[in-house]
T-cell receptor
């Protein structure tokens, strides 16, 4: 069935450095790829998304890249800050309403 | 406050009991979703609803029942709770009825079945 693999499961970076989280999806028909951030005790919140007709999208310190041929998409966070510490989830849409989610990456920003 | 709210936030129940998790949204979003979140699995869709009185199964529907008599409410019922249903449950809503719009999540309900 449809699957989204997310790596790494835990990522620890020094404050100010960049962080990259990678996802691979299985359904070549997927055309929408959101990234969500989940802070402790809260529900996930959308931080950025990308559609399949775009290769890259940026929003301040956050960027997402998409390689449709390889079925890869990645989240890039530059100049990391303590408030970036959270769990990040990627997802891929495989039908008009259903998202398949990655297992999550715990991002730790070291002071 | 406007938004999406879940209740209760925490629940402990015994095996075999029926338990209902509540979800209420104030945006009149047409789509609503129930997910469960387990370590190592991300979020898995249990049920979704496209509108009042329209519901359908997601990835892991067994053991759960939903209803949606009003647009703003989407309760999830565990008919006979099992330990494997111990999880954190999230309700979400989105609009318009397409997959590529932001889904707004509630705070979650942590359910423990003993």
């Amino acid at each position: 069935g449809e699957n989204v693999e997310q790596h790494p499961s835990t990522l620890s970076v020094q404050e100010g450095d960049s962080a990259v989280i990678k996802c691979t999806y299985s359904d070549s028909a997927s055309n929408y790829f959101p990234w969500y951030k989940q802070e402790l005790g809260k529900g996930p919140q959308l931080i950025i998304d990308i559609r399949s007709n775009v290769g890259e999208k940026k929003d301040q310190r956050i960027a997402v890249t998409l390689n449709k041929t390889a079925k890869h998409f990645s989240l890039h966070i530059t100049e990391t800050q303590p408030e970036d510490s959270a769990v990040y989830f990627c997802a891929a849409r495989y039908s008009n309403y259903q998202l398949i989610w990655g297992a999550g990456t715990k991002l730790i920003i070291k002071p | 406050d406007a938004g999406i709210t879940q209740s209760p936030r925490y629940k402990i129940t015994e095996t075999g009991r029926q338990v209902t998790l509540m979800c209420h949204q104030t945006w009149s979003h047409s789509y609503m979703f129930w997910y469960r979140q387990d370590l190592g699995h991300g979020l898995r869709l249990i049920y979704y609803s496209a509108a009042a009185d329209i519901t359908d199964k997601g990835e892991v529907p067994d053991g759960y029942v939903v209803s949606r008599s009003k647009t703003e409410n989407f309760p999830l019922t565990l008919e006979s709770a099992t330990r494997s249903q111990t999880s954190v449950y999230f309700c979400a809503s989105s609009s318009p009825p397409r997959g590529d719009t932001e889904a707004f999540f509630g705070q979650g309900t942590r359910l423990t079945v003993v």
